[in-house]
């Protein structure tokens, strides 16, 4: 049995790459945690992907001994959080878990926009922040101005911020002191009845669903049955552990820890994020207060290339929802594409982990459609319908007016791209909010729509900005503007995996943009094709595609111009006829870079 006193709950919180993963290393290692020869660089990323593209995708928890400078022995519970904005949820969440954060900011960047966000969401949980400057080693390192700019941007007194290298180990043991001196120990009562919050929970292919839960009073035992407030289940515990990154299993957990049990539970989506867990007998009389549930905001059609596929990508989607509660999907047929899926997402890296994940794990080959939004129609009958698709739109003459998503985007950006980012956002139709300094730093807020960003928009504002600037937002509201929706027709054919909602003063461009790049991706077929771009059934662009001629007047030396003239019709005949019955293939990578627009 561990006293509160002795107990730290904490999460690190930063922007992307600043050493969120690497810090946590160190704290595992040179609290001896995991022994040298297991240890590994950035042990709690344990999925593949995480690995590969160096970012944190699940929150994840370790537990840690540490014998501080005052004799005595504290027990550390660390969740490690992503800092991608499509993550923010993993971070909201983990934030409601503990008492206290470290702030990790990169000693020769500085403050980002991600720092911000996450640093907000830290505050809004009432944490105790310990700000840590990390790469002090780097010659660019810079760690006054650092300073500075913490207090200047994000109002926290960071004159005693401590100054690590995370990959060296520098200042490693002043960050476990801090840890124990200045953040607060858990509050909790040992005997009231059972209140513990469920964090997370993820599907294990040995021990079913496996749940990690902060106890906030009483005591959870290894031979309890407990109860979850919100879906009204009971369950027999199976087995208590705590996580030092592999499971070790524990007698009971008290207030003020965090641990995970299993519960012969069959499916994830029985255990909600943010649930309270009581006792069945003894139950506490109020949960606690949960979380608001992801909201998918970008919607994507997955299809396999292969038909026969359709049902292992059936059962990969259902079995990824297990360990990813944020994710939807329901069914969906297309006329060009067969049976697939409309899958919703928080944002396009989770589209693409997702898509990514999907390939890999279980060996599919897919077809990614559009990103597209959510739109609210309001309809002429009063009544409101949300359009998840393009291709379902209904008659317009039925519908009185369309709103779209809108967002708060945040972006940090040298003075020197300042120019070319502002200009970015009015391409996209964007209204300026504010704009403010840090030093040579802008800091410039925009009211966006969301439909402009889910394309391409942070590709190109990297491009723009060398790669300098940074970008967070969150979603606002929904407003009404003048959209439509364009529909791409292939040799007379509507492609509806090619359709896309558009402002109407922009049709044209992105119509032009689109036939033209779709003339190069198509191979040439033996007759001529026409690509055009339409809205409704006014055609707003037009290409065509020239045929592959076959010289069938090669044979025809001297004698009379008749001979050719007839051999020419017949093969024009022949042609005519041929694009009356005649399929035109589009390949798979035609549609995944005719996605890809420059705007």
Same mark, same amino acid.
């Given at each position: 049995?561990t006293?509160?006193n002795?107990?730290?709950?904490?999460?690190?919180?930063?922007?992307?790459?600043?050493?969120?993963?690497?810090?946590?290393?160190?704290?595992?290692?040179?609290?001896?945690?995991?022994?040298?020869?297991?240890?590994?660089?950035?042990?709690?990323?344990?999925?593949?992907?995480?690995?590969?593209?160096?970012?944190?995708?699940k929150?994840?928890t370790v537990?840690?001994?540490?014998k501080a400078?005052d004799?005595?022995?504290?027990?550390?519970?660390?969740?490690d959080?992503?800092?991608?904005v499509?993550?923010?949820?993993?971070?909201s969440?983990?934030?409601?878990?503990?008492?206290?954060?470290?702030?990790?900011?990169?000693?020769?960047?500085g403050?980002?926009?991600?720092?911000?966000?996450?640093?907000?969401?830290?505050?809004?949980?009432?944490?105790?922040?310990?700000?840590?400057?990390?790469?002090?080693?780097?010659?660019?390192?810079? +760690?006054?101005?650092?300073?500075? #700019?913490i207090?200047d941007?994000? %109002? *926290?007194?960071?004159? =005693? @911020?401590?100054l690590?290298? /995370?990959k060296?180990?520098?200042?490693?043991?002043?960050?476990l002191e801090a840890?124990?001196?200045?953040?607060?120990a858990?509050?909790?009562?040992?005997?009231?009845?059972?209140?513990?919050m469920?964090?997370?929970?993820?599907y294990d292919a040995?021990?079913?669903?496996v749940?990690m839960?902060?106890?906030?009073?009483?005591?959870?035992?290894?031979?309890?049955?407990?109860?979850?407030?919100?879906?009204?289940?009971a369950?027999g515990i199976d087995?208590?552990?705590?996580?030092?990154p592999?499971?070790v299993?524990?007698?009971?957990?008290?207030?003020?820890?965090?641990?995970?049990?299993t519960?012969?539970?069959?499916?994830?989506?029985?255990?909600?994020?943010?649930?309270?867990?009581?006792?069945?007998r003894?139950?506490?009389?109020?949960?606690? +207060?949960?979380?608001?549930?992801? #909201?998918?905001?970008?919607?994507? %059609? *997955?299809?396999?290339? =292969? @038909?026969?596929d359709f049902? /292992?990508?059936?059962?990969?989607?259902?079995?990824?929802t297990?360990?990813?509660?944020?994710f939807?999907?329901?069914?969906?047929?297309?006329?060009?594409?067969?049976?697939?899926?409309?899958?919703?997402?928080?944002?396009?890296?989770?589209?693409?982990?997702v898509?990514?994940?999907?390939?890999?794990?279980?060996d599919l080959?897919?077809?990614?459609?559009?990103?597209?939004?959510?739109?609210?129609?309001h309809?002429?009958?009063?009544?409101?319908?949300?359009?998840?698709?393009?291709?379902?739109?209904?008659?317009?003459?039925?519908?009185?007016?369309?709103?779209?998503?809108r967002?708060?985007?945040?972006?940090?950006?040298?003075?020197?791209?300042?120019?070319?980012?502002?200009?970015?956002c009015?391409?996209r139709?964007?209204?300026?909010?504010?704009?403010?300094?840090?030093?040579?730093?802008?800091?410039?807020?925009?009211? *966006?729509?969301?439909?402009e960003?889910?394309?391409?928009?942070?590709?190109?504002?990297?491009?723009?900005?060398?790669?300098?600037a940074s970008?967070?937002?969150?979603?606002?509201?929904y407003?009404?503007?003048?959209?439509?929706?364009?529909?791409?027709?292939v040799?007379?054919?509507?492609?509806?995996?090619?359709?896309?909602?558009?402002?109407r003063?922009?049709?044209e461009l992105r119509?032009?943009?689109?036939?033209?790049?779709?003339?190069e991706?198509i191979?040439?077929?033996?007759?001529?094709?026409?690509?055009?771009a339409?809205?409704?059934?006014?055609?707003?662009?037009?290409?065509?595609?020239?045929?592959?001629?076959?010289?069938?007047?090669?044979?025809?030396?001297?004698?009379?111009?008749?001979r050719?003239?007839?051999?020419?019709?017949?093969?024009k005949?022949?042609?005519?006829?041929?694009?009356?019955?005649?399929?035109v293939?589009?390949?798979q990578?035609?549609?995944?870079?005719?996605?890809k627009?420059?705007g």
């Amino acid at each position: 049995m561990t006293q509160l006193n002795r107990i730290r709950n904490f999460s690190i919180v930063a922007h992307i790459d600043h050493g969120k993963s690497t810090l946590a290393d160190r704290l595992i290692q040179s609290t001896g945690t995991v022994a040298d020869r297991d240890m590994k660089a950035q042990i709690l990323d344990s999925m593949d992907i995480e690995r590969e593209r160096g970012i944190t995708i699940k929150a994840q928890t370790v537990r840690l001994e540490y014998k501080a400078r005052d004799g005595h022995a504290y027990i550390l519970n660390l969740i490690d959080t992503p800092g991608h904005v499509d993550f923010a949820y993993e971070v909201s969440r983990s934030m409601r878990a503990v008492e206290g954060s470290l702030l990790v900011v990169d000693a020769s960047q500085g403050v980002e926009a991600q720092t911000l966000a996450n640093v907000y969401h830290a505050l809004d949980a009432g944490h105790e922040i310990v700000p840590v400057l990390n790469k002090i080693d780097l010659p660019a390192a810079e +760690p006054d101005r650092i300073k500075q #700019q913490i207090e200047d941007v994000i %109002g *926290l007194d960071a004159h =005693d @911020a401590i100054l690590i290298s /995370a990959k060296s180990g520098l200042g490693i043991p002043e960050v476990l002191e801090a840890i124990v001196t200045r953040l607060p120990a858990p509050k909790g009562d040992r005997s009231a009845p059972l209140k513990a919050m469920l964090v997370d929970s993820w599907y294990d292919a040995y021990l079913g669903v496996v749940v990690m839960v902060r106890i906030m009073d009483g005591v959870m035992r290894r031979t309890d049955r407990i109860k979850m407030m919100q879906t009204g289940a009971a369950y027999g515990i199976d087995r208590l552990a705590v996580l030092k990154p592999q499971m070790v299993e524990i007698a009971e957990l008290g207030p003020g820890e965090i641990g995970v049990f299993t519960a012969s539970i069959k499916q994830v989506r029985d255990t909600r994020v943010g649930d309270t867990i009581t006792h069945e007998r003894h139950p506490c009389t109020t949960p606690l +207060p949960g979380f608001k549930p992801a #909201q998918p905001v970008v919607f994507c %059609g *997955l299809f396999p290339v =292969d @038909a026969a596929d359709f049902e /292992a990508l059936r059962e990969a989607i259902e079995k990824l929802t297990l360990n990813d509660a944020s994710f939807t999907s329901e069914m969906e047929t297309s006329a060009a594409l067969g049976f697939g899926f409309r899958c919703g997402f928080l944002g396009l890296l989770h589209l693409e982990v997702v898509r990514d994940r999907l390939e890999r794990e279980y060996d599919l080959d897919l077809i990614t459609t559009a990103p597209s939004v959510v739109y609210h129609l309001h309809m002429r009958d009063g009544s409101l319908r949300e359009l998840h698709n393009p291709a379902d739109m209904p008659d317009l003459t039925l519908v009185d007016h369309i709103e779209e998503p809108r967002i708060k985007a945040t972006i940090m950006v040298p003075d020197d791209y300042l120019g070319d980012v502002l200009k970015l956002c009015q391409d996209r139709r964007g209204i300026q909010l504010d704009l403010t300094y840090a030093g040579s730093r802008a800091m410039v807020v925009y009211d *966006l729509p969301l439909n402009e960003v889910v394309f391409d928009f942070y590709d190109r504002l990297k491009s723009v900005s060398k790669g300098y600037a940074s970008f967070d937002y969150a979603i606002t509201g929904y407003r009404e503007d003048f959209l439509v929706k364009m529909s791409v027709l292939v040799n007379d054919e509507p492609v509806d995996a090619l359709s896309m909602m558009v402002h109407r003063d922009r049709a044209e461009l992105r119509g032009r943009a689109m036939v033209e790049k779709l003339k190069e991706l198509i191979p040439r077929h033996m007759f001529k094709i026409p690509i055009q771009a339409a809205i409704g059934s006014r055609v707003i662009a037009r290409e065509t595609l020239s045929a592959m001629r076959k010289d069938v007047t090669a044979k025809c030396y001297g004698g009379d111009a008749t001979r050719k003239r007839k051999l020419l019709d017949k093969q024009k005949a022949g042609k005519k006829k041929m694009r009356q019955f005649g399929k035109v293939e589009i390949p798979q990578s035609a549609f995944i870079s005719a996605l890809k627009m420059d705007g």
